[in-house]
């Protein structure tokens, strides 16, 4: 079937804009695949580099310093530093035993959230303006239940850890889940480790492998219920590699030191998403029923934290 990244879809914003086709290729993207790569995206090389750079001093921290700006306990408020092992991500588990189990597999991870990414905002609105006029919507349609940039930016870090732990399921980077925005915005670094689920085989992943000058974008719960389920919102998870390296000390089998930063879109919270016009007729009834962003978004982080 070949690699991942010859199915996922570049997406070039550059020339799309110039022939009016940036919606229709987007949309063809997050309708067959739920990904797409952006290139000509407008976040000048440097900045990305820069923030990669910060990202890289603050893990560097000793513990107790980074400790200093903790997550706060409202799993739902997208602020401060969480610990390896302090969020586990799920998909669709919300009972209170579930999680438990779940937790007994701990995701290999820190983060640390910041406000909004500004330099993202010029993209993000690009980016919905496409998705509206890909769906036939008038241009502002997504935009304007955007307007208060209620958006999270993450930024990631996977130490390595032993691999053997990864392979036989008793520890996880980023377990297999769906985010619950409108779109994500993903940078990666070259050590990469995103897999998506192929469409045609359940349970099957792919990696979806970084590309230079790229950005990662993917379709989120909200618009996929916005859409009726046109645009999919795809299960994909993390598995930093474990083939490269050993450690001097242990003579161990590690996976690989990742580190990612990804942009998480979301609608203002007062929001209603209910299926668009242009997504159910006579024979495409709605599949969902209209939801509050902010009691979804509560409900799904605090299955997190």
């Known amino acids: 079937m070949g690699d ?49 750079s910060w990202s890289r001093k603050f893990f560097n921290l000793p513990q107790d310093e980074k400790d200093k700006s903790p997550h706060p306990p409202e799993g739902w408020y997208h602020r401060g530093y969480s610990s390896i092992g302090r969020e586990k991500v799920s998909q669709n588990v919300f009972d209170k035993d579930g999680l438990e189990y779940l937790r007994t597999i701990p995701d290999q991870k820190e983060s640390f959230e910041l406000d909004f990414y ?93 590309i230079p000058g790229t950005i990662v974008v993917n379709t989120g719960d909200m618009l996929t219920r916005w859409t009726n389920d046109e645009l999919r919102s795809t299960i994909h998870r993390v598995r930093t590699p474990s083939d490269a390296e050993i450690s001097q000390t242990t003579g161990v089998r590690m996976t690989k030191r990742r580190y990612s930063i990804p942009f998480f879109i979301g609608a203002d919270m007062d929001t209603i998403v209910e299926c668009v016009p242009s997504c159910q007729g006579p024979d495409r009834p709605r599949r969902y029923e209209a939801v509050s962003v902010g009691e979804y978004f509560k409900m799904r982080m605090n299955a997190l934290y």
């Open 4 to 52: 991942i990244s010859q199915r996922v879809p570049i997406v070039d914003l550059a020339e799309s804009a110039a022939t009016g086709e940036a919606g229709k290729e987007l949309c063809k993207a997050l309708r067959e695949v739920g990904f797409a790569y952006i290139k000509n995206h407008g976040v000048p090389e440097e900045t990305i580099q820069e923030a990669f």
């Open 118 to 210: 500004s330099v993202c905002n010029g993209l993000e609105a690009k980016l919905l303006t496409a998705v509206a006029t890909g769906l036939d919507l008038p241009p502002d349609y997504f935009d304007r239940c955007h307007r208060g940039r209620q958006n999270q930016l993450r930024l990631l870090h996977y130490p390595p850890f032993a691999a053997e732990l990864l392979e036989s399921g008793k520890a996880d980077c980023i377990a297999a889940h769906s985010d619950f925005g409108t779109l994500t915005l993903l940078f990666q670094d070259e050590v990469g480790g995103l897999e998506i689920e192929d469409q045609q085989n359940s349970g099957k992943f792919r990696p979806v492998p970084y």
